[in-house]
Nanobody, 119 residues
Framework: QVQLVESGGGLVQAGGSLRLSCAAS?????????MGWFRQAPGKEREFVAR???????IYATAVKGRFTISRDGAKNTGYLQMTSLKPEDTAVYYC????????????WGQGTQVTVSS
Protein backbone atom coordinates (compact mmCIF):
# COMPACT_ATOMS: atom_id res chain seq x y z
CA GLN A 1 0.00 0.00 0.00
CA VAL A 2 1.06 3.54 -0.76
CA GLN A 3 -0.40 6.66 0.75
CA LEU A 4 -0.20 10.03 -0.99
CA VAL A 5 -0.95 13.28 0.78
CA GLU A 6 -1.14 16.51 -1.18
CA SER A 7 -0.87 19.99 0.20
CA GLY A 8 -0.23 23.53 -0.91
CA GLY A 9 -3.41 24.42 -2.74
CA GLY A 10 -5.26 27.66 -2.20
CA LEU A 11 -6.59 30.84 -3.70
CA VAL A 12 -4.26 32.98 -5.77
CA GLN A 13 -4.64 35.85 -8.19
CA ALA A 14 -3.90 35.42 -11.86
CA GLY A 15 -0.19 35.70 -12.47
CA GLY A 16 0.63 34.33 -9.04
CA SER A 17 2.39 31.17 -7.98
CA LEU A 18 1.74 28.14 -5.83
CA ARG A 19 3.74 25.07 -4.96
CA LEU A 20 1.95 21.79 -4.41
CA SER A 21 3.49 18.92 -2.50
CA CYS A 22 2.78 15.21 -2.66
CA ALA A 23 4.18 13.19 0.22
CA ALA A 24 4.34 9.45 -0.42
CA SER A 25 4.57 6.80 2.25
CA UNK A 26 4.10 3.09 2.61
CA UNK A 27 6.10 -0.08 2.68
CA UNK A 28 6.18 -0.47 -1.10
CA UNK A 29 6.51 3.17 -2.08
CA UNK A 30 9.88 2.59 -3.74
CA UNK A 31 8.23 0.27 -6.26
CA UNK A 32 6.21 3.12 -7.70
CA UNK A 33 8.83 5.27 -9.38
CA UNK A 34 6.61 7.31 -11.66
CA MET A 35 4.79 10.20 -10.03
CA GLY A 36 2.38 12.23 -12.07
CA TRP A 37 0.18 15.25 -11.53
CA PHE A 38 -3.34 15.58 -12.86
CA ARG A 39 -6.13 18.06 -12.42
CA GLN A 40 -9.88 18.10 -12.70
CA ALA A 41 -11.86 21.27 -13.25
CA PRO A 42 -15.59 21.45 -12.48
CA GLY A 43 -17.60 19.66 -15.13
CA LYS A 44 -14.53 18.33 -16.87
CA GLU A 45 -12.64 15.08 -16.92
CA ARG A 46 -9.37 14.61 -15.09
CA GLU A 47 -6.49 15.66 -17.29
CA PHE A 48 -2.78 15.08 -17.29
CA VAL A 49 -0.55 17.91 -16.10
CA ALA A 50 2.99 16.58 -15.72
CA ARG A 51 5.00 13.57 -14.72
CA UNK A 52 8.41 12.11 -14.36
CA UNK A 53 9.53 9.46 -16.78
CA UNK A 54 11.11 6.21 -15.65
CA UNK A 55 14.49 7.61 -16.64
CA UNK A 56 14.11 10.72 -14.56
CA UNK A 57 13.00 13.06 -17.32
CA UNK A 58 9.84 15.12 -17.28
CA ILE A 59 6.80 15.49 -19.49
CA TYR A 60 4.34 18.37 -19.37
CA ALA A 61 0.96 19.04 -20.86
CA THR A 62 1.04 21.72 -23.51
CA ALA A 63 -1.22 23.98 -21.45
CA VAL A 64 1.29 24.19 -18.60
CA LYS A 65 4.63 23.85 -20.34
CA GLY A 66 6.93 26.68 -19.42
CA ARG A 67 4.83 27.65 -16.41
CA PHE A 68 4.79 24.54 -14.25
CA THR A 69 7.78 22.56 -13.01
CA ILE A 70 7.84 19.23 -11.26
CA SER A 71 10.58 18.14 -8.90
CA ARG A 72 11.10 15.64 -6.14
CA ASP A 73 13.04 15.03 -2.99
CA GLY A 74 13.89 11.34 -2.88
CA ALA A 75 15.00 11.48 0.72
CA LYS A 76 11.57 12.73 1.73
CA ASN A 77 9.60 10.69 -0.83
CA THR A 78 7.95 13.92 -1.81
CA GLY A 79 7.12 15.37 -5.19
CA TYR A 80 6.42 18.98 -5.96
CA LEU A 81 4.53 20.89 -8.59
CA GLN A 82 5.68 24.49 -8.84
CA MET A 83 3.09 26.55 -10.65
CA THR A 84 3.83 30.05 -11.90
CA SER A 85 2.02 32.57 -14.08
CA LEU A 86 -1.22 31.01 -13.00
CA LYS A 87 -4.33 31.60 -15.06
CA PRO A 88 -8.01 31.31 -14.16
CA GLU A 89 -8.22 28.25 -16.40
CA ASP A 90 -5.74 26.51 -14.10
CA THR A 91 -8.47 26.40 -11.46
CA ALA A 92 -9.04 22.74 -10.58
CA VAL A 93 -8.52 20.07 -8.00
CA TYR A 94 -4.98 18.81 -8.41
CA TYR A 95 -4.08 15.19 -7.78
CA CYS A 96 -0.83 13.31 -7.62
CA UNK A 97 -0.63 9.67 -8.52
CA UNK A 98 2.03 6.99 -8.67
CA UNK A 99 2.53 3.94 -10.83
CA UNK A 100 5.21 1.42 -11.62
CA UNK A 101 7.65 2.00 -14.45
CA UNK A 102 6.40 0.46 -17.66
CA UNK A 103 2.74 0.44 -16.71
CA UNK A 104 0.03 2.76 -17.95
CA UNK A 105 -2.39 2.99 -15.06
CA UNK A 106 -1.77 4.90 -11.87
CA UNK A 107 -2.20 2.66 -8.88
CA UNK A 108 -2.51 5.16 -6.06
CA TRP A 109 -3.88 8.67 -5.83
CA GLY A 110 -3.85 11.45 -3.33
CA GLN A 111 -6.98 13.08 -2.01
CA GLY A 112 -6.56 16.17 -4.16
CA THR A 113 -5.93 19.79 -3.32
CA GLN A 114 -7.98 22.71 -4.60
CA VAL A 115 -6.31 25.45 -6.61
CA THR A 116 -8.39 28.50 -7.41
CA VAL A 117 -7.04 31.29 -9.58
CA SER A 118 -9.00 34.52 -9.57
CA SER A 119 -8.96 36.95 -12.46
Amino acid sequence: QVQLVESGGGLVQAGGSLRLSCAASGRTVSSYAVMGWFRQAPGKEREFVARFTGGGGTIYATAVKGRFTISRDGAKNTGYLQMTSLKPEDTAVYYCGVRRVGTANYDYWGQGTQVTVSS
